[in-house]
């Protein structure tokens, strides 16, 4: 308990620098993901074949691909096609783009809930598609998607400690501790430092995101 | 069964309304040819295509090294996926007793497990642990931490999945004169795992993903060998994306197989 | 496409078809040379291992566990095609494992970075860690050091078209590229301490970031950025001379071991019977086209 206290002393402004790094990288890149994926999840409703299977692949891709391997072929590899992304933007463009595949996976099944008949009923009163879509299906799909898009937002979080693996001019969490573990003995503490704020994190986002899903979820 | 919504929101359309569509589909084909074109050509501008960097993937043995890293990754990769059925196994039993005492110290280490990026707890396992005495192999510093995350999720997605089992088969076990072990062992777990065996066949996909951070703990896996080949030939672009192809095409065939298996919750 | 560029391509793959690949980097190493050095490297004989209860456990186990790079073109390269580490780190390496073991391919390899070094050894993962690695007061309070068994200064990496810096003094708020938990961002912190310091893993990634343009210069040990110059691409040049402090390479070793002691009569050995300088001539004076071979820094 005492190294915890010595290390808050020695390193407590840049505890509190990293965890705000940390969430601000959480919030950028989980505000940019959602708003792609809902586009990309809208764009898979039209009827154009062509738009379809590529935004399928797309979300293949970034489901599949393993999120470090994206940043440094965002940070190394793009640059030798003419393509210079800074650090930061370049840990926020991989995690929007991982973020945007599975958004578009969750707001798909969330689509799939809302019942065919009221898509009917709506186009029989002479709704356009785009009307239905934007007024009765979106939603619906997006209140019944809190849960699953809440527990992408802390799987965001945590991935910022991908952030390490670059030279980001700011520490977030995860590089400020290996850090501190890498220069003096203090390794454990710090870390126990770390996996709190974390954790504390995570549980607000959660009880938010309960509170939330309680107010609009839909009883059927 | 309904038709799928796409098919209810654009059946029916006017004469007039399919031409429009019909154009724009071909517009948009155009634009996303000319996009591929765009791309291709950017890698021409800037010398990307040139053979001199394509050559390696020519020869057998690039692709025999490329093998032998992504065989790391598979291995760590299945002994984390082990570990992870096994532990959250173990901790599904404690989630779900009846006593206090087992319950609350098995939700607080889920709950601290799920919490915790996997980064974090990788670096435990290299910098914190050895000071206290604690040395592992690379092998383990990557596999231990991947697989205590992934036990957590798993123990969450089995509970999932024995709540989904109807209580209509619990009571008629417990009538039969079952104990609860018993229920639990031969009526109720089985059929969960029926339920979330493709939840837990994508969660070996994740597993996969967290195998690269091999290089943190100096475990040797595909992304090393990747930089091998980088520091051989100077082929940054071409090798990243070979390397990224081959991690999507393994994590696509194991969500593919996973679509294939169990039948849904309700 | 003109006719200029599919002709040329032809010519390429003609040339591959019916040669050695046309892009190892620079000068690559010749592989014979290296080979035969490292087999006729000197053998202990069986009191000196037992004099020393680290090469004895080496020898009990039967290999030599190496911490070192595959990535760094002069000092440690993996040439995937045969599996055999080549450089100057891994000839030094080769031959102390020829010294115990007797054959100088009994090794296991760990691939270690900047900021791996220290703690492998801690973790009891490797037995020794050759890898570039400078001496410092403060690694020296986790692990000890053999050797030094080679020394450099640091020196400045920029773009050839870069007027602007003319050595370490026009670093000041430039992008300034070094490699983490080496000496690097001390050096910087020192003589440039108003550049903007930017930290990499490894050489390569710190190199590409120069050659993108993520940074305006790289300032890294004086020997790997001769490595740079020797590839002769002319997209990259020195600015000024080497500076600081001799920085002096070690072989890393666990905190308090014999093996120290062992290590530095080796050295010694080698030093004194023209093998280093023959491994420095392979390795490195050949491949950067410099002939004067250096004197190899006095061992405490």
């Known amino acids: ?220 | 069964m309904s038709r799928a919504l796409e098919h209810i929101l654009f059946s029916d359309l006017s004469p007039k309304a399919q031409a429009i569509t019909r154009a724009v589909s071909v517009s948009v084909a155009a634009a996303l040819f000319i996009l591929a074109l765009g791309i291709v050509y950017r890698f021409h501008a800037a010398g990307q295509l040139d053979v001199r960097l394509w050559g390696l993937f020519a020869w057998k043995t690039t692709w025999v090294f490329l093998a032998n890293g992504l065989l790391g990754t598979l291995a760590s990769a299945a002994a984390a996926a082990v570990i992870a059925l096994v532990l959250g196994l173990v901790l599904l039993v404690g989630r779900l007793s009846s006593q206090r005492g087992v319950r609350w110290p098995a939700i607080a280490v889920i709950e601290f497990l799920r919490g915790v990026p996997t980064l974090l707890l990788i670096y435990v396992c290299f910098l914190a642990l050895p000071s206290v005495g604690i040395k592992l192999s690379a092998y383990w510093m990557l596999t231990l931490p991947v697989g205590l995350s992934t036990a957590a999720v798993v123990a969450e997605m089995y509970r999932a999945g024995v709540l989904a089992v109807p209580r209509g088969q619990t009571d008629a076990a417990r009538s039969l004169g079952l104990n609860r072990a018993q229920v639990f062992a031969h009526v109720v777990f089985p059929q969960a795992l029926r339920y979330i065996v493709p939840a837990l066949v994508a969660q070996l996909v994740i597993v996969v993903k967290d195998t690269t951070f091999g290089y943190v703990v100096t475990y040797g896996e595909l992304m090393q060998n990747a930089k091998v080949l980088i520091a051989n030939y100077r082929s940054l672009v071409p090798v990243y994306l070979v390397v990224a192809v081959l991690y999507c095409s393994v994590n696509y065939a194991i969500s593919r197989a996973s679509r294939r298996l169990g039948r849904p919750m309700h | ?300």
């Open chain 3, 1 to 300: 496409m003109p006719i200029a560029t599919i002709l040329k391509g032809t010519l390429v793959a003609l040339t591959l078809a019916t040669s050695a690949p046309l892009f190892a980097q620079g000068t690559p190493i010749d592989a014979a040379a290296f080979d035969s050095l490292v087999a006729q490297g000197p053998i202990a004989d069986a009191a000196t291992i037992a004099s020393s209860t680290w090469a004895s456990k080496i020898k009990q186990t039967g290999s030599l566990r190496l911490g070192g790079t595959q990535t760094s073109n002069l000092f440690s390269l993996l040439n995937e095609k045969d599996g055999r580490i080549r450089g100057f780190d891994a000839g030094l390496a080769q031959l102390l494992t020829r010294y115990i073991l007797g054959d100088g391919t009994k090794f296991q390899f760990t691939q270690i970075n900047s900021s791996t070094r220290e703690q492998v050894l801690i973790n009891n993962q490797v037995d020794l860690v050759l890898a570039t690695y400078s001496i410092t007061p403060a690694r020296a309070e986790k692990i000890s050091f053999a050797g030094p068994y080679y020394s450099s200064q640091a020196g400045v990496l920029v773009k050839s078209n870069n007027k602007a810096i003319q050595s370490y003094n026009d670093l000041a708020g430039k992008k300034t590229a070094t490699q983490a938990g080496s000496t690097g961002p001390a050096i910087l912190a020192q003589f440039a301490p108003k550049a903007t310091v930017q930290e990499f893993q490894t050489h390569q990634e710190a190199l590409d970031a120069l050659r993108q343009g993520r940074v305006d210069a790289y300032v890294t040990d004086y020997t790997l950025l001769l490595n740079v110059l020797s590839l002769g691409t002319g997209d990259a040049q020195l600015a000024g001379a080497p500076f600081g402090p001799q920085d002096p390479y070690g072989v890393g070793l666990p905190k308090g071991s014999d093996g120290v002691a062992f290590v530095n009569a080796f050295l010694k050995k080698i030093e004194s019977d023209g093998t280093w300088a023959k491994l420095w001539s392979v390795t490195i004076g050949q491949r950067t086209g410099s002939t004067n071979v250096p004197t190899p820094p006095p061992i405490p």
């Open chain 1, 1 to 220: 308990m005492g190294s915890v206290v010595r290390l808050l002393a020695d390193h407590g402004p840049a505890f509190g620098e990293a965890l705000l790094l940390t969430w601000k990288l959480t919030v950028m890149s989980f505000v940019a993901g959602f708003a792609l994926g809902m586009v990309i999840t809208v764009a898979q409703l039209l009827p154009l074949r062509p738009l379809r299977f590529v935004l399928t692949g797309y979300v293949e891709v970034f489901r599949n691909i393993p999120s470090v391997a994206l940043l440094i072929f965002i940070v190394f590899a793009l640059p030798d096609l003419n393509v210079l992304i800074d650090y930061e933007p370049s840990v926020i463009l991989t995690l929007t783009l991982v973020g945007s595949a599975f958004t578009a996976d969750y707001l798909r099944t969330g689509i799939n809930t809302v019942d065919g008949g009221q898509v009917e009923a709506a186009r029989s009163l002479g709704m356009r598609p785009m009307v239905v879509i934007s007024s009765v299906v979106l939603p619906q799909a997006l209140r019944s998607v809190v849960q699953p898009m809440t527990s992408l937002l802390i799987a965001l979080m945590l991935s910022t400690s991908l952030a390490s693996q670059v030279p980001l001019p700011g520490r977030e969490l995860t590089a400020l501790v290996a850090k501190i573990a890498n220069d003096s003995a203090a390794g454990i503490s710090a870390f126990v430092v770390a996996a709190a704020m974390y954790l504390i994190s995570g549980l607000l986002i959660a009880w938010a995101g309960a509170a939330l899903e309680k107010k609009v979820r839909i009883l059927r």
